[in-house]
């Protein structure tokens, strides 16, 4: 199974981009996905999460700014960074709780990591 996550960029400040994480490979089913971000210096936190629901979980600092939504046909996560501010800037990373195929009896869950997109926020 691998993430490959993409949309991160250069914008100024009140900009917006639309992050994209895809899931590939031999899976079963995807659980709880979500955003997370590591600015330098500074230790890995959530962003936002979603589960296969559609529930929803915002970190205070971007609630009413970014909205994560999912396509569990595409197997895809997707977050969407609007009004975004210097401090917005850092590494985001997706993770999604995956069942996957192992073997042809097995199904094994864990939780994979995306490699990270930089979203950069200055004038």
């Known amino acids: 199974v691998q993430l490959q996550a993409s949309g991160g960029g250069l914008v100024q400040p009140g900009g917006s981009l639309r992050l994209s994480c895809a899931a590939s490979g031999s899976i079963f089913s995807i659980h709880d996905m979500g955003w997370y971000r590591q600015a330098p210096g500074k230790q890995r936190e959530l962003v936002a999460s979603i589960t296969s629901g559609g529930t929803t979980n915002y970190a205070d600092s971007v609630k009413g700014r970014f909205t994560i939504s999912r396509d569990n046909v595409k197997n895809t996560v997707y977050l969407q960074v609007n009004s975004l501010k210097p401090e917005d800037t850092a590494v985001y990373y997706c993770?999604?709780?995956?069942?996957?195929?192992?073997?042809?009896?097995?199904?094994?869950?864990?939780?994979?990591w995306g490699q990270g997109t930089l979203v950069t926020v200055s004038s």
């Open positions: 993770n999604a709780d995956v069942e996957y195929y192992s073997g042809s009896y097995y199904i094994n869950q864990y939780v994979y």
